[in-house]
């Protein structure tokens, strides 16, 4: 796909990234991408792939290395690129990280292209997953996965800043925007059908402000209305169009009946299995003796999903609760649902916050923390942590809640989930020793997400944020914890040998130092001399290769390999300090000049035109002038003479030519004529 | 001396490269990459790989010398090998490593031992070619840089 980058410089800073609908015109370039991968070569790759694509590249050959850039520049990166095999950490894991703290897009790279590892990517909230080797197609639309974030954490935010239930509602417009992949079949995959409820009651409950359709609201009666005709129809024949028919209500659309349908279906579902679960816990919230609730039990089960579309319940809190539910992994069946008199609960208002305040007495506090995460004022990532963290002044949520009184409904809703929930992962996520009651909900939460299929990419960065950035404080240091102790059994395991240690702590070195200049600098082959980087003197040391037998640095002399004379490269390289100088005095545009060597490359185009107007003045002397090492041009020999040898090798064997040459500048007074 | 004929004898050893089966698609993607500013890129990233890569073989040789039986750990390595390789284009060795990995699942310490011996051949036979290759390469841009000198030096005298 031809994106139409144009070759403006890429210097965008982030605030044009983030302006409203998002793109500034130079956009996709100066994308600021991190890339991570052990293999410098994939690194070398990939680095030069994004280069073309005019996006802003930084390189790392180590997980933890890419964390902290990541940490320390906290809005400095727009999209991360990670292999799946590296020494110091899981791909994964960083996966899992970086969704966590910075929320950034990632992208995973394997040479791997089974399925459960592909899977596996999904699952802990890829972007997307790229099989190596990458080319440069697919890397040149990762833009797509950044654009899709920032359009979610835009409308989020912009439904902050109007702060009504409405614009609540609307947060999950997002995600049908990024509903791409309609993950439904897919295995842990639950959440996407109820994702996929809530892009429809968004659709509905829309304001008209931004939505084409009007509000419908289910109220009591409504719904009362629309359980009737279900009932008539029987649940399993019960399609929309009858339904509609049956109901007779005047500005209904099919597509709100069938969506407020699909909602109830899977209440109904999820009220089979949750009975046993329930039972006690509902019961204990259903405690509250308002009188307008009535009798608790008086309908066997609250339509959760009825409480959603009926509006009272902003479909966001639905969404919430179930994705909350941990959703993702387990267990519809597990969600509690509170034994409320389905009618009662439409009767909002007023009684509904006093039943909320009963409710609220009842729970202690870890419980009330954890529904915060159902809250729907904040919707934006930042904003449940910040729920989270306000976890003490509950209370003065609560008022803030009791403002609205949709939202009342969602804390209803949730307070009876969080018990159970927190049963739920600590069920499921027995290997996360996060017991604390207070602490159980997010943790495990936030690991069970990552860790749960989230299959749909868009989706899980709409619902990804919402949850396991609350939990954040906490698992933070879990992961570290955990990562601790896992280190050691991720450390390289090749790292056999003290050689093998140097050059894994030397990479990293020169991750840090040659970053950002020196990329023309090209490191010899095992038998050329390499002398820019010490570590590949001691990878030399141990090479046995019987072809290539090691070299020695300092004499800078060629292998038996004759060709290896030839190489002018192999001259500059043995003779360089700073290792950046790699202008052979006759190559032009052969001449490697790395990009941020603008010094060799003036004396690169100086020395090509200096050959051009005047080639009788080339001699070797002057060259030195440009800084090389004297000893570079000292040796002259014929141009021709060069050639023929070179020719003869090629031809031929290997000629012992190296001796007639050796490794220096060519001399250019004996051109040939 | 023929530039001429320099560039034919690039241009031959390049084909046979790919017709021989020595690279695959993805050396043309790093070709694709040069440019002025990394006009030798193809060359850089060789280089880079063979000199990353006999941590690998190295690698391998000490696992099959001192643990010989632990697959896994065989299979690993050469599953970043292939990787690194692969990224290069190097298309026969990729398919010995996959050999290599093949032995590995089913526990086959010989056909280990016998498939990472044509590993290591085609990692060598692979790194000559490409050497020659890059040798006539340079030396079709010196010819080039020479030629040019020369008939300058032949139009100002």
Known sequence: MDLGVKPVSFTSSSASWKSA?????????????????????????????????????????????????????????????????????????????????????????????????????????????????????????IWQHVVRKK???????????????????????????????????????????????????AEERDDSSTLKKPRVVWSVELHQQFVTAVNQLGIDKAVPKKILELMNVPGLTRENVASHLQKYRLYLRRLSGVSQHQNGLG????????????????????????????????????????????????????????????????????????????????????????????????????????????????????????????QSNSLLTQMVQPPSRAQILNEINGSHALNLPSSAGQPVLSQAVPNAVLGQNGIENVRRPAFTSVSQPSTVVDFSRSQSTEFPENSFSLVSNSGISNLTSKLQDE??????????????????????????????????????EAQQHSNGRGSLDVSSSVLIQQQFSSNQKSGQNRIPPVRKAAFSVADGLGNTSNIGQQLSSSLVDNPSRIKAERLPDMGFQNGLFSEHFGQEDLMTAILKQQQGGMEPIENEFGFDGYHLDNLPV | MEGHQLQHQAACMRKALFDQGYLDDQFLQLEDLEDEANPNFVEEVVKLYYS????????????????????EKLDDIMHQFKGSSSSIGAKKLKTECTQFQEYCK????????????????????????????????????VYNCVYVCVDVHFVTN
């Open chain 1, 283 to 406: 019961s204990s919230f259903m405690g509250p003796p308002d009188a307008p609730f009535g009798p608790m039990s008086s309908l066997s089960g609250v339509d959760l999903q009825a409480l959603a579309a009926s509006g009272q319940l902003p479909p966001q809190s639905l969404a919430t609760i179930q994705a909350a539910a941990l959703g993702r992994a387990a267990t519809k069946s597990a969600i509690p649902v509170p034994l409320i008199d389905q009618r009662n609960i439409f009767s909002f208002e007023n009684p509904k916050l006093r039943f909320l305040d009963g409710q609220q007495q009842q729970n202690n506090n870890s419980k009330q923390v954890s529904l915060l995460h159902g809250i729907p004022t904040n919707m934006d990532s930042k904003q449940l942590a910040t729920l989270h963290q306000s976890a003490q002044s509950f209370g003065s949520m609560n008022m803030h809640v009791h403002s609205q009184a949709s």
């Open chain 2, 52 to 71: 990353d890569s006999a941590r690998f073989i190295r690698n391998i040789e000490l696992t099959l010398d001192k643990n010989p039986f632990d697959f």
């Open chain 1, 151 to 201: 359009k979610h954490e835009w409308k989020e935010k912009d439904f902050e800043q109007s702060g009504s239930v409405d614009e609540v509602e609307r947060q999950h417009k997002p995600p049908e925007d990024v509903d791409y992949s309609s993950s439904a079949n897919e295995g842990n995959w639950k959440n996407s059908k109820k994702r996929k409820d809530e892009e429809d009651e």
């Open chain 1, 21 to 141: 609908d998002g793109v500034p015109d130079q956009f996709p370039a100066g994308l600021r991408v991190l890339v991570v991968d052990d293999d410098p070569t994939c690194l070398r790759i990939l680095e030069k792939m994004l280069k073309n694509c005019l996006y802003e590249v930084t390189t790392c050959n180590r997980a933890e290395v890419a964390l902290k850039f990541l940490r320390d520049n906290k809005n400095g990166y727009d999209i991360v690129i990670s292999d799946v095999h590296m020494p110091d950490m899981d791909g994964f894991k960083l996966l899992e990280h970086v969704g966590l703290e910075m929320d950034l897009p990632v992208i995973m790279m394997s040479a791997d292209d089974s399925k459960n590892v592909v899977m596996k990517g999904v699952t802990h909230g890829a972007c997307d997953y790229l099989i190596k080797p990458v080319r440069m197609e697919a890397l040149k639309n």
């Open chain 2, 106 to 141: 089913i526990g086959n310490f010989e056909g280990c031992m016998r498939t990472f011996q044509e590993v290591k051949q085609e990692h060598a036979v692979l790194k000559k070619k490409l050497e020659s290759y890059f040798q006539v390469f340079l030396l079709v841009h």
């Open chain 1, 511 to 548: 991750v840090n130092s040659e970053m950002k200049a020196s990329r023309g600098f090209v490191p010899n082959y095992d038998v050329f001399n390499d002398i820019n980087q010490n570590r590949t003197q001691d990878w030399r040391l141990q090479d046995v290769r019987s072809t290539f």
